[in-house]
């Protein structure tokens, strides 16, 4: 990216849709399921029939609720309201929203990094059906013919609705994926981008640093997973600036990501609002759940992946990287409770961040876990050692003690490898000289020779110590 970010700033805003996974739609009885025959989970209010009347779905209510609390929003008294618009994938000719009075009000979300995001809104709306446009690329304008599938028509929605707090791509992933991880966490989606359980709507625009406004924003749709996203950001800032610096005005416009052509296109306009009429929907009534409702659903929250790390990092000592990582694999647990038994908490972070990403990971037993990490930590066994019986111990379980001497791993004792060390330097004198004048790059020859003779027996980091231990106090100086 050639953007000069000493004098530009990003700023973005998302809009997140997702699916609520309830087992019905929002407003009636006919399945909300992903993936089945076109047109079979339908019923009369899906399509829109004369007659049909929509009944509000209390699961649906109960998860916006939940995501609502989780998000640290205030839950209002809401009101439904029709938002009217012609479209094929659409047979009401409206789409039931919550409009100017949502059922969650201002909220925020903090990232890993410790950033804190402003959540504007998350209200309760329908989703609509799915067309498929074939033949012309599967653009409408160039299409042969055009299919209609309903069977999404109706399924509950949330759009979580962020606050232009966010300042570059990499910021817009982690917001993402911290929203993914507390949808999954209290059981609102399956956070299934792929499936389009979760659909962002990217708002960007750029100033210069300083300034007191903020730019004119474009939002760019059909983003459908992380590293698009990423993409689009860069893609759309530069494409601003470059307009800006030879003199052009950004009109406000809605803009399409094309991942093939790696950029974004415009869609249309949108310098004028858009008109839909809404008015309160007639066929319901306000939403108000009661207090007793809510308190209910709080004391029923799940810890959240924010709370999970903070906890980690109190218990443990690891970075806010370090626990991010652990958090996101679902390792913290396991981490704790090998501290239970008394693990050793470095070592036990070490071990989570970079040698337990195998899915099998989760299923270690804790105690075994502490138990191999004090062998590690005390040199029971060396580290190349250590990874040996940890990879096999998440294989296979079993006891680190026993699978360590099954590979004839065997701590060595200090005397033993004193003698090594010593003899090692009577036979090398001039590699010896070097490594007492300082020479770093002679450190790795003694240390490799020792693991030969010991057949990788000896942990490394004792060695580089028994060596500098025999540098003559003159050497020193
Ligand atoms: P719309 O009806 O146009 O979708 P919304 O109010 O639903 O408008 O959403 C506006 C979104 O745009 C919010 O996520 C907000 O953070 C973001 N946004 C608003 N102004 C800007 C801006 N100047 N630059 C980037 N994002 C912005
Ligand atoms: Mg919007």
């Known amino acids: 990216m050639s953007i000069d970010l000493s ?77 009217n618009y012609f479209y094929p994938d659409q047979p009401t000719n409206y789409q039931i929203s919550q409009f100017d009075l949502p059922i969650n009000g201002e909220g925020w979300l903090e990232l890993p990094s410790g950033k804190v995001i402003g959540v504007e809104r998350a209200h309760l709306e329908e989703d609509t059906g799915k067309s498929t446009h074939v033949g012309g690329g599967g653009r409408i304008h160039d299409a042969t013919y055009s299919l209609v599938d309903y069977n999404r028509a109706g399924v509950p929605l949330l759009e979580i609705v962020g606050r232009p707090d966010l300042r570059s791509g990499d910021e817009a ?33 750029v100033r210069k640093h300083g300034d007191a406004e903020l730019g004119t924003r474009c939002e760019i749709k059909n983003i459908n997973s992380l590293r698009s996203l990423g993409r689009a950001v860069d893609y759309e800032a530069e494409r601003q600036i470059d307009m800006i610096l030879a003199g052009e005005r950004i009109e406000q416009q809605t803009r399409h990501w094309n991942e093939d052509e790696g950029r974004t296109l415009k869609l249309r306009s949108k310098e004028q609002a858009d ?44 970075d806010t990287a370090q626990a991010a990582l652990i958090v996101e694999r679902g390792l913290d647990d396991l981490c704790l409770a090998a501290l239970d038994f008394g693990a050793d908490p470095s070592r036990t972070i070490t071990h989570a961040e970079h040698n337990l990403s195998d899915p099998k990971a989760l299923e270690l037993d804790p105690e075994m876990f502490a138990k191999l ?23 296979l379980g079993g006891d680190p003690g026993a699978i360590a001497d099954t590979h004839g791993f065997k701590a060595m004792d200090s005397g033993e490898l004193d003698s090594v060390v010593d003899q090692l330097i009577a036979e090398n004198p001039e590699q010896w000289q070097r490594f007492c004048e300082g020479d770093p790059k002679i450190s790795g020859f003694f240390v490799g020779k020792v693991m030969k003779a010991t057949q990788g027996q000896a942990d490394g980091k004792v060695v580089a110590g028994l060596l500098a231990d025999r540098v003559p106090n003159a050497a020193k100086e």
């Open 7 to 83: 004098v530009w700033e990003i700023v973005i805003g998302l809009e997140v849709h997702t699916e609520l996974a309830t087992r019905t739609k929002l407003f009636c009885s006919a399945p909300n399921e992903f993936g089945g025959e076109p047109n079979t989970n339908i019923d009369p209010l899906t399509l829109g029939l004369p007659g049909s009347l929509p009944v509000l779905n209390e699961q649906a209510v109960e998860l916006a609720i939940r995501v609502g609390l989780a998000l640290n929003c205030t839950i209002d008294r809401s009101v439904f309201s029709r938002k």
């Open 173 to 205: 992933r982690a917001y993402v994926s911290e929203l993914r991880a507390i949808l999954v966490a209290v059981g609102a989606s399956d956070g299934k981008m792929e499936e389009g359980s979760l659909r962002v709507d990217c708002n960007v625009s």
């Open 275 to 318: 008109d839909y009429r809404y008015f309160p929907e007639p066929d319901l009534v306000d939403l108000a759940p009661s207090q007793e409702w809510i308190d209910r659903v709080r004391a029923a929250l799940p810890i959240l992946p924010a709370a999970r790390r903070h906890r980690l990092c109190e218990r443990s000592g690891a």
């Open 373 to 395: 990490t004090n062998m590690d930590a005390d040199g029971t066994l060396s580290s190349t050692q250590t990874k040996t019986v940890l990879a096999e111990l998440v294989q």
